[in-house]
C-alpha cells in the first residue's frame, strides 16, 4: 500500500514562509552591512566562457608613466591575462591581485612568457605612482603591468570587456585569459585559482 505524505497544515506552511523571510531579511542585512558581501559568497564558485571582444581604440598610462595603446598592450604576442582592479579596494581586488601573484610563482620559468595586464577602474585616484606602489605589495615582476588613465578610456575598456557596472563599488570579480592576438578569451567570472590559470596557459601551449 502506498502512503502519500499528509499536506502542510497552516500551521507548517506559516512556520515554512517565516524561516524563508528571516533567512533573506539575514542575507540583505549582510549586503547592507557589506556590500562586497557577496563576492564572499561566490569564493569558489566560477563560471567559465569563451568569448570575443573587440578592444578599443583607447591610450592608458602605464605604471611606469609610459602612455601606451591599449591595442599594442594586450597585442604583444604573448598569452594575456587581464583583470581590472582598483587600489583602494579591500576585498575583491586583492584576492584577484593575490591570484596572480601566485601565478606568477607558479609559471616558474614561464613566467616571463605571459603577459599580466591589471586596468585600474577608478582612474581618477589611481595614479602611476599609487598603482606602482599597489603592483609592489604584490611583488609585480616586469612581466605585470597595470594601467590607468582617463576616465573615458577606463569605462571603455571595460564596456568592451563586458565589466563595465558604473560604480566601482558594484564590481564583480573577472578574469580574461588569451593565449594569442586574434584568439577568442577565456572569460572567468568569479574567483578563479592561480591553477585554473596555469592550467588555461598550459593548455594553449599543447594545442600549438
Known sequence: MRVFPKPWG???AIAFTSTIIAVASL???QDVADPHAHHHMMKGMTMTSTADYALPAVMLVRDDGQTVSLKNAVDD???VVL????TSCTTVCPMISQTLSQLQSELGADRDK???VSISIDPEQDTPERLREYAKKFGAGPEWQHYT?????????QQAFNVYRGDKMDHTPVTLFRSAPGKSWLRFDGF???SDLLHAYQTSIASN
Open 149 to 157: 588613465g582617463t576616465v573615458a578610456a577606463s569605462v571603455a575598456t
Open 192 to 194: 578563479v585559482t592561480a
Open 27 to 29: 542575507a540583505f542585512a
Open 10 to 12: 497552516r500551521a507548517s
Open 83 to 86: 583583470t581590472f582592479i582598483y
Open 114 to 116: 605571459v603577459h599580466l
Open 77 to 79: 604576442g604573448r598569452p
